[in-house]
């Protein structure tokens, strides 16, 4: 009889087409059989999963990790063992740390301190600001690029020199450079020109705590967005380079991406979870103020977001994961625009996203699609995404009828707080596994620092030759 490492009886696994009862049996960190229930298989260790649901794990291309630099908020162990608990096997961090990695040796720095620290796979998207670095970074096995289009705004945080860019020109340039890499390129949209005539009203009528803040950002229906967003897709049309937008979060971006699509242009779109479960309950935002904001996402927004989710016109859902101490977001209360901006979410938003599924919100299987195979697919990671054999046995086991309360108090990430505080939903990750290995389980994390692996790309020829081997 053939041994293997770990044997999963009885659950049902998930993928993007469908759901099949299975026993799923890891050998060396992959997937090595998935076979009718009873099999006669030999293991090591056996998990009986009956009544549970075998998903493959998430892969969260958009999570702010904060290190180096700021690790007051967060740091690679604690926002991995936050992906742990969440059901995220994968995480890629954002470049707007300090320093950023928008050269080789900062980025060959940053790298070093994943290989010693993550958890989870990892990797890191490189910051494209430097047209002539762009070349060699990408030879480091990473799978993105980004850039923001946000530059500072006189805050040392979120948006530090180095990472943004929002004149058109070097814009261009830089999708240029990019496109000859074959790597996607990331770009936050933003049309700070715009924003600045916006944010002048605002101030000129005295409004300027987190509520205006929260107004100023979502105004004329999103046009900051929408403009930049424009921008993008025919930048994008006349360099062919592969284009992942994100934070999509109103109607008219929902539009633009479907005629971009229905052209052909090689886009891809993200969303992110404070579009459909925080921001775009005005409630939460008087609530909490500046606690709830990423952004405030009027609610008119939220059946085109949906339905965009669910038809394709949306690829992915990523979570901008972007803790802030109490400290950083008290002064919102008065001033929005001295709040740091954005929320924690990595170790809620399967859960959340379960949950809608469960309510009939969504299918299962598209959101499987949506926070693992789609993810994998877009940005390369040919041995991720799907529970198939020959793939890494990244995986994680849920239970659907449990219900978890979301509480300050067992949030993972440094912070210590969450605006999902209160939330029932029902969904709940119970076991996590990186590689084979468990790393979180029944409510501790148990993965070491240092498991974790960059998620290199790879190509399909390697992934089939796996598969021949197996
Ligand atoms: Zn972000």
Not at 41 to 54: F, M, P, Q
Not at 215 to 237: F, N, P, S, V
């Amino acid at each position: 009889m053939d041994r293997y490492d770990t044997i999963i009886r009885g659950g049902t696994l998930v993928g993007a087409t469908g759901r099949t009862v299975a026993d799923l049996a890891i050998r060396d960190g992959r997937i090595a059989a998935i076979v009718e229930p009873g099999t006669p298989l030999g293991g090591d260790v056996v998990i009986d999963a009956t009544g549970r649901h075998v998903l493959p794990g998430a892969i969260d291309v958009h999570s702010h990790h904060r290190e180096p630099g700021f690790t007051r908020k967060e740091d690679i162990v604690s926002a991995t063992s936050a992906c742990a608990a969440g059901g995220v096997t994968t995480s890629f961090a954002m470049p707007n740390v300090d320093p950023p990695p928008n050269t080789v040796d900062r980025l060959d720095s940053m790298i070093e301190l994943y290989e010693q620290k993550a958890i989870v796979d990892w990797n890191i998207n490189a910051a494209g600001t430097v047209r002539d670095e762009i070349p060699g970074l990408a030879t480091r096995g990473i799978a993105a690029f980004k850039v923001f289009m946000v530059v500072d705004t006189g805050r040392d945080y979120p948006h530090m020199p180095g990472i943004g860019v929002h004149d058109h020109g070097e814009l261009m340039a830089i999708f240029e450079t990019v496109a000859e890499s074959g790597l996607p390129l990331m770009v936050h949209p933003h049309d700070q020109a715009l924003m600045t005539h916006i944010e002048e009203g605002f101030w000129a009528r005295g409004e300027r705590d987190a509520l205006a803040y929260a107004k100023a950002y979502a105004a004329h229906d999103g046009i900051i967005w929408d403009t930049a967003a424009a921008l993008l897709l025919r930048i994008q049309e006349s360099t062919g380079t592969a284009l992942h937008l994100l934070h999509t979060q109103t109607s008219g971006v929902v539009e633009q991406l479907r005629r971009a699509k229905d052209k052909g242009q090689n886009v891809s779109a993200e969303l992110n979870p404070w579009a459909l479960f925080l921001g775009n309950d005005w409630a939460n935002i008087e609530r909490l103020g500046s606690y709830a904001l990423s952004y405030y996402v009027p609610e008119k927004n939220t059946e085109p977001l949906w339905a965009a989710l669910i038809d394709g016109t949306i690829d992915l859902i990523s979570t901008d994961h972007a803790p802030h101490l109490r400290e950083e977001k008290e002064p919102g209360w008065a001033d929005g625009w001295k709040a740091h901006t954005g929320t924690p979410s990595t170790q809620f938003y399967v859960p959340l996203f379960l949950d809608a599924a469960r309510r009939g919100r969504i299918g299962l299987e598209r959101v499987v699609e949506l926070i693992a195979t789609a993810p994998a697919d877009r940005f390369g990671l040919t041995s991720k995404g799907r529970l198939e054999v020959g793939r890494d046995a990244d995986i994680a086991i849920v239970d659907l009828d449990a219900e978890l309360e979301i509480r300050d108090e067992i949030v993972l990430s440094k912070i210590g707080h969450t605006p999902y505080a209160g939330t029932r939903v029902r969904g709940v990750v119970e076991t996590t596994f990186v590689r084979g290995r468990v790393v979180y389980d029944d409510g501790t994390v148990v993965g070491e620092p240092g498991w974790g692996r960059q998620a290199r790309p790879g190509s399909r020829e390697s992934l089939v030759a796996e598969q021949r081997r197996s």
